[in-house]
């Protein structure tokens, strides 16, 4: 009996130690792949700061005038170009002297939609800021975004920008500077706002005559040719309409506020201008800031008929669209390309504008 009380010990005891060995490796197994899953974790976290902080890097603008000059410079007559009736856009302007107080170089802030603006909202600026610097003679010296310093192209980044340099403003304002934008929407927008700013500074240097006499054919506002997004939209019968149905038509659509008097003054200005025109292939959208049918049909009762009305009172549509002024127009080309985008009132560049849309 003890000899086998003993081996039943001694076999209890095996099995014993076998079991703390099993949880023993259980144990270590558990800790190797926690470390693993955290040295993983650490690593994916690491990356992630990397890139964003490749979005997020911003640099002061005197560091890019003193790389783009050479020197520290004097910041003087600080201004905004402007001109609202052919310019949708105004730039915050200066101009750089050296330490003799001699003017070397102006500088415009360029501001854009940062494209990459999604991939971290907390950390990543909503836009993006480019400083354009030219010489006295508005040769480019530099385009450089500094707040932030990268964002997402579609095209190579260093080298879109490293073109610019040594192009001179009227190569620029006629569009034979060479600049390929490739299919990157966003490039298009900063060259045509690069030569909006420089249409600005060649205007207040050489004056308003010699511009037009330079322009010739017409200024082609900043945005022209991105693509429009194809979002849905219920008119005020309940009908859902989606933009990509209009894909093959020219689209106007305008925004307004129909409490405006002068809103509606202009929409109807407009309106007289349109039916003018041939518009077998032209449709027509209104977003009424309003919230009742009958204020929407003084917007779309100055229109030509069939005219799409939709209620917009919370301007979430028109926001979308970039259209939440009152009031205010964009010109869709076929295919959802926007064509142009300002004011809804009878002034010589929207004008101008409606006119190259309907017979281009």
Not at 169 to 184: F, Y
Request: aromatic letters at 10%.
């Amino acid at each position: 009996m003890a000899r086998s009380k003993t081996k039943k010990q001694k076999e209890k005891e095996i099995e014993e130690r076998k079991r703390k060995q099993f949880f023993v490796k259980v144990l270590i197994a558990s800790v190797i792949f926690v470390l693993l899953l955290t040295g993983f974790f650490l690593i994916r976290l690491s990356q992630k700061r990397a890139t964003i902080s490749k979005y997020a890097t911003v640099i002061s603008k005197e560091e890019v005038r003193e790389k783009t000059l050479g020197f520290k410079t004097l910041v003087t007559n600080p201004r905004v170009l402007t001109d609202p009736l052919r310019f949708a856009d105004n730039f915050a302007a200066e101009d750089l002297q050296d330490e003799n107080g001699k003017v070397v170089a102006h500088e415009a802030i360029i501001i854009i939609d940062n494209p990459s603006y999604n991939l971290d909202k907390e950390n990543i600026p909503s836009n993006a800021s480019i400083l354009l610097i030219v010489d006295t003679n508005l040769n480019v010296l530099s385009i450089t975004p500094f707040n932030p310093t990268y964002f997402d192209l579609g095209i190579e980044f260093d080298k879109y920008f490293e073109s610019y340099k040594q192009k001179n403003a009227e190569l620029i304002i006629k569009q034979v500077d060479g600049i390929n934008v490739g299919d990157s929407n966003t490039a298009l927008v900063i060259k045509n706002k690069v030569r909006e700013s420089l249409s600005l500074f060649y205007i207040e240097k050489y004056g308003l005559q010699k511009f037009s006499s330079l322009q010739g054919g017409g200024y082609i506002f900043a945005e022209r040719g991105v693509k429009v997004n194809p979002l849905s939209l219920k008119d005020v019968n309940g009908v859902t309409y989606n933009l990509d149905e209009f894909r093959n038509y020219k689209l106007v659509i305008i925004a307004g506020n129909p409490d405006c008097g002068s809103c509606v003054s202009s929409v109807s200005e407009l309106g007289k201008v349109f039916k003018q025109q041939d518009l077998s292939d032209v449709k027509f959208i209104v977003l009424s800031f309003g919230d009742t049918k009958e204020a929407l049909e003084k917007l779309t009762n100055v229109l030509p008929d069939g005219t799409i009305g939709v209620i917009d009172n919370n301007r979430e549509i028109a926001t979308q669209l970039k259209l939440n002024i009152s009031p205010y127009i964009a010109l869709v080309d076929k295919d959802l390309t926007l064509y142009f985008r300002g004011p809804a009132e009878p002034n010589k560049d929207t004008l101008e504008n409606i006119k190259e849309f309907l017979t281009h």
